[in-house]
């Protein structure tokens, strides 16, 4: 029984902690997911441009410029 009741009090722990924490509004999370969605596309659009160029200069030393 000693374990349940340890459990059971970690979950009262939990439970005021949560209602403690300060969570963000609706607006704040919906900038942050904003900033964090368009700064992801600027940086997959970076990598494919730095893929393609380091495949083209790849094939351009493997097959040279023939192909």
């Known amino acids: ?25 609706r607006r704040e999370v919906y900038g942050t997911t904003l900033v ?3 700064v992801t596309g600027i940086i997959a659009a970076y990598l494919g441009i730095v893929d393609l160029i380091l495949a083209r200069l790849q094939a351009l030393v493997l097959f040279g410029s023939g192909s």
């Not at 029984?1 to 969570?23: C, H, I, P, Y």
């Open 1 to 25: 029984m000693n374990a349940v009741m340890r459990f059971q009090g970690f979950l009262q722990d939990v439970w005021k902690e949560l209602k403690r924490t300060s969570w963000p509004s």
């Open 36 to 38: 964090v969605v368009v």
